[in-house]
C-alpha cells in the first residue's frame, strides 16, 4: 500500500485548496469525500447568493468569473468542480472515512471502500452535515426539514420556521413569496445581526407590515402531527396549525469522528486544539483547515478567511 505524503478528508474549497498546494509542491495526496466535489455547496438551497464576493472565493489564484455582484450556489459548484477537472485533482468521491489511527508515525485511514496509509492527515470536513437539534417532541416527524432548499414544496401551506440566521430568513421570505403561511419563531430578540445587508429590511419590513408573523424571545416547545406549541416572550403558551417546520437552527461538526481521531476539544463550544501558525492539532502530522477548526463557532470560519490554511499547513509539512 502507498503511503501518501498528504491524505485529505473532505472535498469542499478549503480541501481542494489543500490539495493545489500539495500539487504545486510535488507531495502525493489524496481527497477522500463522502459525497460529490463541494458537497455541502451542492446541498446549499439552490437559489442561495453568497455573503463574499467572487474574488474572496478564489482558491489557489484561479479567477472566479461571476456576472452577479454575489455570486450563487450554480456559479460555484461551476467553479470548484471545473478546477477538479481542469487540475486532475486526485479525488474519491461518495466513499466516508470511518477511522483514522497512527501507527508508527504512519496514519491509517479506514473508509468504507477501503484502508489508506498516509504521513500527514488533513481533516477538512466543514460542518454541515450534522444539524443542531433543538431536542424537543416531534422533531423527528417528516415535516419537520433541518435543510432547506428551494421554496416550492411549500406554497399554500402553514410553515413555522425556527431561527433568525441567513437560512432562516431566506426561508421565510422565500416561501412567504410562493403563498406560504409563515411564522417565525426566534430565540433572540431580533434578526440576527450577521444577516446579509440587503435582505435584512426585506424581511424586518415583511414583519412590521405583518406578512410574516414573528415571534422574538420565543421557544418552540413540541411538533405535532396538525400543530406546533411554543412559548412566547410573556411565557404564554400557543398552540398553531402547521404543516411544515423549518428548522434553520444551524449545523455542527462531526465532533465524535474528531475525537476519534485523538483531537481534543475544549470548553463549552468544543474547540478542536491545533496551533494557530501551523493548523497542526495535538496529534502531530494531523491537521485540521476550514470551518472545522471553529467547534460550535461554525461563523468564525468561512471561505474567504480559512483559505489561508492551506498555505500554512504544507509550508509545515515541507518544514519537517
Known sequence: METLDILIIGGGPIGLNCALEAQKNNLSYLIIEKGTIVNSLYNYPLYMRFFSTAEKLEIDGIPFISTAPKPGRQEALEYYQGITRQRNVNINLYEKV????????????????????????????????????????????????HYYTEPYPYAKQKIVVVGSSNSAVDAALETYRKGAEVTMIIRHSEISKSVKYWVKPDIEN??????????????????????????????????????????????????????????????????PLYNNETMETNIPKLYLAGVVCGGKDTHLWFIENSRIHAEMIVQHILSK
Open 98 to 145: 470511518e477511522k483514522v489511527s497512527k501507527e508508527n508515525e504512519i496514519f491509517v485511514v479506514e473508509t468504507t471502500k477501503g484502508k489508506y496509509s498516509a504521513k500527514n492527515v488533513i481533516i477538512s470536513t466543514g460542518f454541515y452535515d450534522i444539524p443542531n437539534l433543538m431536542n424537543i417532541p416531534g422533531e423527528d416527524l417528516p415535516k419537520v426539514k
Open 206 to 271: 415583511r414583519i412590521a407590515e405583518g406578512s410574516i408573523s414573528a415571534h422574538f424571545n420565543a421557544e418552540l416547545l413540541e411538533i405535532k402531527e396538525k400543530t406546533v406549541i411554543f412559548k412566547n416572550e410573556k411565557g404564554e403558551i400557543h398552540e398553531i396549525e402547521n404543516d411544515f417546520v423549518l428548522a434553520m437552527t444551524g449545523y455542527l461538526p462531526d465532533f465524535d469522528f474528531l475525537r476519534n481521531s485523538g483531537i481534543e476539544l475544549q470548553g463549552e463550544c468544543l474547540n
